[in-house]
């Protein structure tokens, strides 16, 4: 069984949610975008490899597009963290889930954090890797620093997309 839907309210726009159902569904990812609190929710399916949908938000759009990059052996940039992007480039699989949540930093900034999860190739690790990126109003429309780092896990899918539920996510 899939884990529940996980949704988390857009900082940079007032009364907006977003939602993603955590694993992908016959290698489709599903995001769904509710504009005004009880409104109608509008869900846009991507399965990668394919075109994008240009009705994808900039942040989802730009998390995915970065990810497929990685599938497919796209140089790509220096990150934090411990695992680098060129060491595991060509090495991972299609997109298999992903998981988001909003926060507020201790300087009172909201950013909403958006984890594309995508199992390993490389044939030393066995696992998954997250790729996360952190939007806030600063960056949600030019992708500019947004992506953060990548980072090996060791659990299934369900699992990880479980503990992202259960932590409020």
Do not use: C
């Amino acid at each position: 069984m899939t884990n529940p839907i996980l949704t988390a309210p857009v900082p940079w726009q007032t009364g907006a949610t977003w939602a993603v159902v955590p694993e992908a569904v016959k290698k489709t990812l599903w995001f769904g975008e509710q504009k005004t609190p009880g409104g109608p929710w509008t869900w846009i399916p991507s399965t990668l490899p394919g075109a994008l949908s240009p009705q994808l938000p900039r942040p989802i759009y730009q998390a995915l597009a970065w990810a497929y990059d990685l599938h497919v052996g796209q140089s790509g940039p220096n990150l934090g963290g411990t695992v680098s992007w060129n060491t595991i480039t060509g090495q991972v699989g299609d997109p298999a889930g992903w998981t988001l949540d909003s926060f507020s930093s201790p300087h009172g900034h909201a950013a909403l954090t958006l984890t594309v999860w995508e199992p390993s190739e490389t044939g030393v690790f066995t696992g998954l890797y997250g790729m996360i990126s952190t939007w806030t109003a600063q960056n949600a429309t030019t992708g500019t620093q947004a992506l953060d780092m990548i980072v090996p896990d060791t659990h299934s899918l369900q699992a990880v997309t479980s503990y992202a539920f259960n932590r409020g996510a």
